[in-house]
């Protein structure tokens, strides 16, 4: 059987095993009695802790609150909760979440209170980190819009604006409609079920309608927001007008599609020429070919003949010799390598027959009359 003995045992193990902070304040506003948490987590010993006002230990800017709230429980209010700043032994404070009541006949309050140091500084990172996201949302050249799971913007910042001119009064609460093409309301539709499923739809290129009916060309990243549980909540798209760009890059391809066409065409064109050069030097080296071919025909013909026959220049006024045959070079005691020279630079008239230095005279001079003929008219 539990006795009052056992119980109240009991209690004051409770009382010295709590980790939060546990105590009587009397209506005069000093500690009357608290627990080992105090002394564990401020610091301060327990002589320290009751020869003190108990409101001097609150962070000034607190101290009105907490004061407030002690008169109320002094007045016959029922337990009252706050968070105040409570001073540490090295000058430090935490944060703690208080739940007091009062009993007016015995002059006490008694009172509870947790650390919430961590959570109070958890919540100003957040805090922070919040104040600094929407600043940078605020202050993006990119368009943030937040949309809600049924399509509707949320959240419109001054970026989405000035693409698609409508303020954010005209939009939170829209469904997305208003800036869609009808072309592209299909394809829109898949996306966002794909963000809804988780599967997809994250990056798109689409065709969307500003206020004033200007058809422009965006490019959207989004995001979709999931809960803890898995669950979608929401979308986060960023928006970026490239419709300059856009036309840039057709410009471009247009560009870049005639200089190849004209690149093409002047190949084409070089090809022919080459191909014109080397039958021109085809034909040419046939031409040669067979002309050595009849040179040399000729010259067979000629040194088979009992008669001595050269070929002479008197119209140039050199006398060289432009072919003879075998008879002529025994005849003259040379070879063909006098062709081309004059006559007096391979033999005199003294080595010629009577009969063929007449015959070389009278060539001679009936040329040297015939070349004054032509250089008279």
């Known amino acids: 059987m539990i006795t009052e003995k056992l119980i109240n045992a009991a209690k004051d193990q409770f009382f010295q095993r709590s980790t939060d902070l546990l105590c009587i304040v009397g209506f005069d506003g000093y500690l009357k009695h608290h627990n080992p948490a105090w002394e564990k987590t401020l610091g301060f010993s327990p002589a320290e802790l009751q020869s003190c006002l108990f409101i001097e230990f609150v962070h000034p800017d607190d ?20 968070e105040n700043r409570f001073c540490c032994k090295d000058g430090s404070y935490r944060w703690f979440a208080w739940t007091a009541t009062a009993v007016p006949r015995q002059h006490l309050f008694y009172a509870t209170a947790r650390d919430i140091t961590d959570h109070k500084q ?3 990172a ?37 693409i698609f001119g409508y303020s954010a009064d005209d939009t939170i609460g829209r469904t997305a409609d208003f800036l869609m093409a009808e072309a592209v ?39 979709p927001l999931v809960s803890e549980a898995g669950e979608v909540i929401g979308v986060a798209s960023f928006v970026m007008d490239i419709s ?4 840039a890059e057709i410009t471009l391809q247009q560009t870049n599609e005639k200089l190849e066409a004209r690149v093409a065409k002047r190949t084409a064109d070089l090809e022919q020429v080459i191909d014109q050069l080397h039958a ?13 071919a009849s040179q040399q025909l000729l010259q067979n013909i000629l040194d088979n003949t009992g008669a001595y026959v050269f070929v002479k220049d008197y119209l140039h006024n050199d006398g ?15 070879d063909r390598q006098a062709i081309g020279k004059k006559t007096t630079t391979i033999f005199s008239p003294s080595q010629l027959p009577i009969s063929c230095t007449k015959t070389i005279s009278k060539f001679s001079l009936a040329a040297r009359r015939c070349n004054k003929k032509k250089s008279s008219c």
């Not at 994250?202 to 490019?219: A, D, M, P, Y």
């Not at 021109?280 to 050595?292: G, H, S, Y």
């Not at 060289?320 to 040379?334: A, G, P, S, T, W």
């Open 63 to 82: 101290r009105s609150t907490t004061l407030q709230g002690a008169e109320k429980l002094a007045a016959g209010a029922d337990a009252f909760s706050f």
């Open 244 to 247: 300059d760009r856009r036309r």
């Open 320 to 334: 060289k010799y432009l072919l003879m045959n075998r008879q002529f070079e025994v005849l003259l005691n040379c």
């Open 185 to 223: 309301k299909p394809e829109i539709d898949c996306i966002w079920q794909q963000l809804m499923s988780q599967t997809g739809g994250t990056r798109s290129t689409n065709e969307n309608i500003t206020q004033n009916g200007k058809r422009i060309t965006c490019e959207w990243y989004n995001a």
């Open 122 to 124: 958890a919540e100003a």
């Open 280 to 292: 021109e030097i085809d034909d040419r080296i046939q031409a040669e070919t067979e002309l050595r």
């Open 126 to 162: 957040l805090t922070r980190s919040q104040q600094k996201l929407a600043l940078l949302i605020e202050q993006s050249s990119i368009g943030v819009i937040e949309w809600s799971t049924q399509f509707e913007v949320v959240a419109w910042n001054p970026a989405a604006e000035a």
